[in-house]
């Protein structure tokens, strides 16, 4: 099971931190993906960890502007973004991943406005 | 514009079939597993199937999938009020080194 922080409501220019507690048996193989979905719009994958090879992939378009780091005891994976912008705005979803995206959390709002 | 083609929208009747396609190229869909989730109004997104045509525990056997080069499909049996949802495809993308998505299929039971 996931669980994420409570939503946020951000100035553009600011960060935040976005935080995702898995709990329930935690395979050594643990990959948590992040996803985010725009207001009425569809997925877009940011990026994630990946258990094979030990290394994060970040999608291109975030990548400089966003971080995703894992802390082991309880798990708990957390997302980082920088420079917000109002079309930042967005339902940010953790997801484990076997490869593609399996197990969702219940998303975390964040909001953009000055 | 997502890298994955979907039909924004289909319908049917309750108690029929409907399809939904998902389109891509020989980098994504074409090289890679494909996977669809739905979206119930208000929910996170759940995985319906993975790797082309398999189902995760507990999803019924209304929902089948398949895939055919660069194409795949979604099918669904028995249609239900309860199957009013948001329907996505993904699949990784070797050119793009990234999970791509399609635009999502807004499904209709009438």
């Known amino acids: 099971q996931l669980v994420q922080s409570g939503a946020e409501v951000k100035k553009p220019g600011a960060s935040v931190k976005v935080s995702c507690r898995v709990s329930?048996?935690?395979?050594?193989?643990?990959?948590i993906h992040w996803v985010r979905q725009t207001p009425g719009k569809g997925l877009e994958w940011m990026g994630g960890?990946?258990?094979?090879?030990?290394?994060?992939i970040y999608a291109q378009r975030f990548q400089g502007r966003v971080t995703m780091t894992e802390e082991s005891s309880p798990y708990t994976a957390y997302l980082e973004v920088r420079g917000l912008m109002s079309e930042d705005t967005a339902v940010y979803y953790c997801?484990?991943?076997?490869?593609?995206?399996?197990?969702w959390g219940p998303g975390t709002l964040v909001t953009v406005s000055s | 514009q997502s890298v994955l083609t979907q039909p924004p929208s289909v319908s049917a009747a309750s108690g029929q079939k409907v399809t939904i396609s998902c389109s891509g190229s020989?980098?994504?869909?074409?090289?890679?597993?494909v996977s669809w989730y739905q979206q119930l109004p208000g929910t996170a997104p759940k995985l319906l199937i993975y790797?082309?045509?398999e189902r995760p525990s507990g999803i019924p056997d209304r929902f089948s999938a398949s895939k055919s080069g660069t194409s795949a499909t979604l099918g669904i049996t028995g249609l239900q009020t309860g199957d009013e949802a948001d329907y996505y495809c993904?699949?990784?993308?070797?050119?793009?080194?990234?999970?791509?998505f399609g635009g999502g299929t807004n499904l209709t039971v009438l």
């Open positions: 329930g048996y935690i395979p050594t193989d643990l990959s």
């Open positions: 790797d082309n045509n």
């Open positions: 960890f990946d258990s094979e090879d030990g290394e994060r």
């Open positions: 997801t484990t991943a076997s490869g593609m995206p399996d197990l």
């Open positions: 020989t980098s994504n869909i074409g090289s890679n597993f």
């Open positions: 993904g699949a990784w993308d070797n050119s793009l080194n990234a999970v791509v």
